[in-house]
């Protein structure tokens, strides 16, 4: 069943609203996936703060006019579908990559960061940047290992002196 006019213009702002807020976008190749094959990825996509739709190749276009994601018009050919990161920008390579793992009918077709268009092969090395909390987890063992040190330098001649001094009070138990 064709779209309507109203339906049309519902799906390019839908996506034009992800696309404006999204950090990263990757588009794949669906060709032979079953429909619960692709509810499972739909349900994963929720799980992980993904945007995912599947929707015509001129719709997306106008719909990523104007946005980060505009340099992927050209290279838009094909059953494609769309998953844009709402939350950190790894989350739908790690998704796609993943997903076709197991499955070797998605294959990853444009990948998209940062208002520039990558290549297919850039998808592992956008699955691997970290999520938010390690981001963060990384920044907090970086900030703290200067005052660890620190502290343990000061904590050294105490410690030392404890040591001498059993080692003292060792030596004359033992005589």
């Known amino acids: 069943m064709a779209l309507t ?6 799906v390019v702002a839908e996506v034009a609203d992800a696309a404006k807020s999204a950090h ?3 588009a794949a190749e ?3 996936l079953t429909v619960s094959e692709m509810t499972e990825l739909r349900s994963k996509a929720r799980s992980e703060g993904v945007y995912l ?4 190749n001129t719709l997306v276009k106008r719909a990523v006019e104007g946005t980060d994601f505009e340099c992927m018009s050209e ?11 709402m939350e950190d920008p ?4 790690r998704l796609i990559k993943n997903y076709s793992k197991d499955n070797d009918k998605l294959v990853a077709r444009l990948v998209a960061i940062g208002a520039e268009l990558h290549d297919a092969s850039e998808l592992e090395r956008l699955a691997k940047l970290p999520t938010r909390d ?3 987890a990384m920044l907090m063992g970086v900030m703290k290992a200067p005052i660890e040190k620190f502290v343990r330098t000061l904590a050294e001649p105490h410690t030392k002196l404890v040591r001498t ?8 138990q033992a005589a």
């Not at 001094?165 to 004359?172: E, F, H, W």
């Open 5 to 10: 006019l109203e339906q049309k213009k519902a």
């Open 24 to 26: 990263s976008a990757v």
């Open 30 to 32: 669906y060709r032979g």
């Open 53 to 56: 739709k599947v929707a015509k």
């Open 75 to 85: 290279g838009l050919v094909g059953p494609l579908l769309f998953a844009f990161s």
């Open 90 to 93: 790894g989350a739908a390579a």
């Open 134 to 136: 390690q981001a963060i």
């Open 165 to 172: 001094v059993a080692a003292v009070r060792d030596s004359k």
